[in-house]
């Protein structure tokens, strides 16, 4: 892999800093990860050469642990870090007074034209980066943990955040091979963290109210919902899993699920109109003529991942 002319600057050396230096280190961009703790970076060069030994040994990478950990190179001045950067990734902690101070400091130390983007698990950006002169060039960038084995990424602009900006982003974190999601508008939580947060949720409920416990639990997602969502979502699973696809499985299991959120409190109806989206979204990406062909493929993927686990457990 030829070295790219790209730097990321990357604030905060915690679990999410050092994961993000090694998806861009790991691409070939130079990388600068700061941090005011010493001691935290010193650890954090360690983690990083650590991960990348464990990346190396299942074939995960393209260049040797000590390449790719020799493009990261650890600071303790925030200006260094930022300048010249193409690419500003804060990673502090999920608290709002940091990010607006830390935000106030990037958006005066940074070239007007490198996005800002926070690794915020929650927080929008509307709420750190409102009053900011340069607001326009930020939104936030949420990834799966770790990024370096979890592609997806959410890219949550601001009613303020200009199209360009998001655009630039959503192309920088493509090409850093990871898997960008555009939000259309900010919410508290996001996409991935409100789906999450709706199975915890469900899976407290169930442990308070005696039906399950923690173990059984965790054992129906990981040897069944789970091995699905592996390699598809919500909506392909019903649409798969009901002959007609999404449409006739929310007119048949609509009413069910209708009355166990009403048992947690939640009215959120399924409504005729909702449903017509959704199918027509779906039968965009999957015409029902296909519908046979996309269930063995289904099929197939969970029969492979059923023969990798047997064989995983032979060996």
């Given at each position: 892999?030829?070295p790219s002319?790209h730097v990321a600057?990357?604030?905060?050396?915690?679990?999410?800093?050092?994961?993000?230096?090694?998806?861009?280190?790991?691409?070939?961009w130079?990388?600068?990860?700061?941090?005011?703790?010493?001691?935290?970076?010193?650890?954090?060069?360690?983690?990083?050469?650590?991960?990348?030994?464990?990346l190396?040994?299942?074939?995960l990478?393209?260049e040797?642990p000590?390449?790719?950990?020799?493009?990261?190179?650890?600071c303790?001045d925030l200006a260094s870090?930022?300048?010249?950067?193409?690419l500003?990734?804060?990673?502090?902690?999920?608290q709002l007074?940091?990010?607006i101070?830390?935000?106030r400091q990037l958006?005066?130390?940074?070239?007007?034209?490198?996005?800002?983007?926070?690794?915020?698990?929650?927080l929008?950006?509307?709420s750190f980066?409102?009053?900011?002169?340069?607001?326009?060039?930020?939104?936030?960038?949420?990834?799966?943990?770790?990024?370096?084995l979890?592609?997806?990424?959410?890219?949550?602009?601001a009613?303020?955040?200009?199209?360009?900006?998001v655009?630039?982003?959503l192309?920088?974190?493509?090409?850093?091979?990871?898997a960008?999601?555009?939000?259309?508008?900010?919410?508290e939580?996001?996409?991935?963290?409100?789906?999450?947060?709706?199975?915890?949720r469900e899976?407290?409920?169930l442990?308070r109210?005696?039906?399950?416990?923690?173990a059984?639990?965790?054992?129906?997602v990981?040897?069944?919902?789970?091995?699905?969502?592996?390699?598809m979502?919500p909506f392909?699973?019903?649409d798969?899993?009901t002959?007609?696809?999404?449409?006739?499985?929310a007119?048949?299991?609509?009413p069910?699920?209708?009355?166990?959120?009403?048992?947690?409190g939640?009215?959120?109806?399924?409504?005729?109109?909702?449903v017509a989206e959704?199918?027509?979204?779906?039968?965009?990406?999957i015409?029902?003529?296909?519908?046979?062909a996309?269930?063995?493929?289904?099929?197939?993927?969970?029969?492979?991942?059923?023969r990798?686990?047997?064989?995983?457990?032979?060996?």
């Amino acid at each position: 892999m030829h070295p790219s002319a790209h730097v990321a600057g990357i604030i905060g050396s915690g679990s999410i800093g050092v994961a993000f230096a090694i998806v861009f280190a790991r691409a070939g961009w130079a990388v600068r990860l700061y941090d005011p703790d010493a001691e935290r970076l010193k650890v954090a060069r360690q983690e990083i050469i650590s991960k990348c030994s464990a990346l190396h040994h299942y074939s995960l990478l393209q260049e040797t642990p000590e390449v790719i950990s020799a493009r990261v190179v650890l600071c303790s001045d925030l200006a260094s870090t930022v300048a010249g950067a193409t690419l500003i990734q804060e990673c502090a902690p999920e608290q709002l007074a940091l990010k607006i101070d830390l935000f106030r400091q990037l958006d005066d130390l940074a070239e007007p034209s490198v996005v800002l983007a926070s690794s915020s698990s929650a927080l929008t950006a509307s709420s750190f980066a409102e009053t900011l002169p340069g607001r326009s060039r930020c939104l936030v960038a949420h990834p799966g943990n770790p990024p370096y084995l979890l592609p997806v990424i959410e890219i949550v602009p601001a009613p303020f955040t200009d199209a360009r900006c998001v655009d630039k982003a959503l192309e920088l974190y493509a090409e850093v091979g990871l898997a960008p999601v555009r939000l259309r508008k900010e919410i508290e939580g996001f996409v991935f963290n409100r789906l999450q947060g709706a199975l915890l949720r469900e899976a407290y409920c169930l442990v308070r109210d005696g039906v399950s416990s923690v173990a059984d639990i965790d054992k129906v997602v990981s040897h069944g919902l789970g091995l699905r969502w592996a390699f598809m979502g919500p909506f392909e699973t019903v649409d798969l899993n009901t002959r007609g696809g999404v449409g006739s499985h929310a007119l048949k299991m609509g009413p069910a699920y209708a009355r166990m959120g009403a048992e947690r409190g939640q009215h959120d109806p399924w409504t005729s109109d909702l449903v017509a989206e959704v199918e027509a979204q779906r039968r965009s990406l999957i015409p029902l003529e296909e519908w046979e062909a996309r269930v063995a493929w289904r099929d197939r993927a969970l029969m492979e991942r059923a023969r990798d686990e047997v064989q995983r457990k032979s060996q």
